[in-house]
């Protein structure tokens, strides 16, 4: 070949890749601004999290902060696998909804006709009341914990169904409210699992990553499993000293996703693409759930709807063990952000809509300035002050059917304190740690507070003593306890 012509071929590849040069360094050139976000995830030896930022069916910025795994001192990357938690309920959703499409279901068909364990309550919970959390079912995961059931163990579909199936009782009538609740999405995985032959982890690889390349996406149904460029998970203690806590739960659909910040990019962008799911895709899974009385709620299929210094958004944040993500996508911008966390108390939300202010500010309205309330507990009960022996009155053993346990109350301090948990067949369970320290409010009532209160509303007999109580927990309410015995003075 003569010399000249190398010589062109070389300088025209030369040109060429010169030319690639600015795309390429658009995307991985540093942004300080971005940075500066995460820079107290930055110190050695601490967990933190990754950031993804989507524009336009592209990765713009993507990095690590901290390590993925503290022992290894392995850092966290784009490429790095997080438990997603609750950001994976969309991906149910999407399972349901191709699974209609496939005729294979109806969103009006009653729960009881894949899953016939449930109670009859006497109304229908129809799939759509479960996409939208408006089917009333208590919650399992927090049945699991006043049960005594050590949910840091290894928890699977059969314990979950198991205490669903005791439950005599609704939190409220199916479609009147809105209330969310691990229950639904855990029952559509069941559902998708009896459907389509395939459990949730291989009915999504086939009909959702494979589809769409993502590779390193998967549900985790086997505690033990090994999954590539995982993330470990960790909380401080006292100290500060790094603990590892992640999950060991093997019942999918309301979480047990886990995928990347390169990944969740492919996923995002089907929202515009609709490779999966077809052209309505986008508008089904965006639709806004409804109460029965025809009131639209700010949820849809795994997707809670707002808006955010005047741009409409679609997000969700998860959290299991340490891991903590936030997925935040403004649809009229084809603009998303993606925190994926492995420590406790990251601030996964507030440092995404951080990182949208840096690039959207310019499209946004002015940042509201909140006075912080004195007292941002709402929940925090008014404690009523009574005699030690008044508070005596109300401890005893108390039995919960719904449950299968028994509850031992003791006086303390002039509270009420759950001193142990065991099943009905005498046998210790798992304690809440730390023990819940019941405040009195009224006579009748006693409550934890904080956001997750545990009220206790007590029922006396005919001659005037404590004879049960109802126990409401977060999103699970009216659990009856009925006294067996009064407490030894």
């Not at 999950?247 to 999966?276: C, M, P, R």
């Not at 925190?339 to 940042?367: D, S, W």
Request: aromatic fraction near 10%; charged fraction near 20%; include cysteine.
């Amino acid at each position: 070949m003569p010399i000249r012509r190398i010589f062109l071929g070389v300088s025209l590849l030369f040109a060429g890749a010169l030319l690639m040069l600015p795309s390429l360094f658009a995307q991985e050139r540093a942004n300080p601004a971005a940075d500066k976000v995460f820079e107290d995830l930055t110190k050695p030896g601490a967990p933190g999290c990754a950031l993804g930022v989507y524009s336009n069916g592209k990765i713009v910025y993507a990095k690590g902060y901290g390590l993925a795994n503290i022992e290894e001192r392995v850092p966290i990357t784009p490429q790095t696998v997080f438990d997603v938690g609750s950001v994976s309920k969309q991906f149910t959703a999407a399972s349901i909804l191709l699974l209609e499409k496939q005729g294979k279901l109806s969103l009006d068909d009653d729960v009881r006709k894949y899953v016939p364990e449930l109670p009859d309550y006497g109304k229908r919970i129809t799939i759509l009341q479960l996409l939208n959390h408006t089917g009333g079912l208590r919650d399992y995961t927090m049945l699991m914990v006043v049960s005594g059931t050590n949910i840091e163990n290894v928890t699977t579909e059969d314990d979950a169904l198991a205490i669903l199936a005791r439950q005599r009782a609704l939190n409220f009538a199916p479609g009147s409210e809105f209330l969310y609740c691990n229950s639904c999405y855990f029952l559509m995985s069941v559902i998708v699992k009896r459907v389509s032959g395939k459990s949730l982890k291989n009915f999504a690889a086939e009909n959702i990553f494979l589809p769409l390349g993502m590779a390193h996406t998967q549900y985790r149904d086997d505690h033990a499993s090994l999954i590539p460029n995982r993330a470990l998970a960790y909380d401080p203690d006292q100290k500060g000293v790094y603990k590892l806590n992640v999950s060991y739960a093997e019942q999918l659909g309301d979480g047990a996703i886990h995928t990347s910040i390169e990944d969740l990019q492919k996923w995002d962008e089907n929202f515009y693409s609709a490779q999966v799911g077809g052209k309505d895709f986008a508008a089904e899974m965006q639709e806004p759930g409804k109460l029965a009385n025809g009131k639209a709620l700010d949820y849809a299929k795994g997707l809670f709807l707002g808006s955010y210094r005047g741009l409409k958004t679609t997000s969700h944040s998860g959290g299991w063990g340490g891991y903590h993500s936030y997925f935040l996508r403004f649809p009229q911008q084809h603009f998303s952000v993606a925190c994926l966390c492995n420590v406790g108390g990251a601030n996964h939300a507030k440092r995404a809509y951080e990182v949208a202010n840096i690039y959207l500010g310019g499209v946004m309205k002015p940042q509201e300035h909140k006075v912080a309330e004195a007292n941002p507990d709402k929940k925090a009960p008014t404690v009523a002050q009574f005699a030690r022996d008044e508070i005596q009155a109300y401890a005893g053993v108390y039995s919960s059917e719904e449950l299968g346990v028994l509850y031992s109350l003791a006086e303390e301090g002039g509270n009420l304190v759950l001193k142990g948990i065991a099943g009905v067949e005498g046998l210790p369970r798992a304690n809440m740690v730390p023990r819940p320290v019941f405040r009195p409010v009224t006579k009748n009532e006693f409550q934890t507070g904080g956001e997750e209160s545990l009220d206790l509303h007590f029922r006396r007999d005919a001659n005037g003593l404590p004879a049960s109580f109802v126990l409401d927990a977060w999103a699970t309410r009216g659990i009856i306890f009925t006294r067996m015995q009064s407490a030894a003075k």
